[in-house]
């Protein structure tokens, strides 16, 4: 058994449950770490869990944990992160349609929350390992792809979580040179947060969690630490800023 391990953060998400199994069967003597608000494993290829909150003070316990645990940090996932409520809290259609904690709660959970995990995890990733962070973006959260408008808050949320990657990434080519940042637009998948836009999807344009993960996993393996950050799709094709 290697000291090697891989951290998987918002693991109860339908493409974090398909990735753990898939990186659990590609690497066997890896330790695999799932961090959800759930008390117990999203998975049964999960080797050692943690509930958090997600809470300044709890991401910093959890990190404090990883670290003192010792492993070489081979890959850290972030899948966290909010487009609808549910109830009454959707995409804006129009100006008129932004309201300030619709917006903010956006902009906790899609920019800040990778970032206060980026910041906790930094002493447990940085070293000789070489680890690839990877967090959800979305391809809408580009600014000079942007040709129709509208979804204000989530566009922002992610075109704003992109520019705090490529800041960390400046960053990091100089203070931990085995990280290699990773934004990831997954596609439409076919999750809770997708399925109320999923009606004009084209079929073979809505994938399957599996899918996705199994995409993503082959993005992180063949993604060298090069002092950028990636900013890609489900394809590994560049996005625009």
Known sequence: MTNLAIIVIGASSAIARAFVKIQARH?????????????KETSQASNLHFQCDYSKAQIRQVAMHILELGFEVK?????????????DKFPEKKLEDIDLDYSMALFNINTMLPMLWLQALLPAIKGKQPCI???????VGSISDNRIGGWYSYRSSKAALNMMFKSAAVELARRAKNVKLVLFHPGTTDTPLSKPFQANVPEDKLFTPEFVANQLSGIIANSPPDGTVSYVDWQNKPIEW
């Open 27 to 39: 690497n066997p003597n890896v330790k695999v770490i799932t961090v959800s608000r759930q008390a």
């Open 75 to 87: 890959s850290v996932s972030i899948f966290n992160g909010l487009l609808h409520d549910e109830i």
């Open 133 to 139: 962070v990877t967090a959800l973006s979305a391809r």
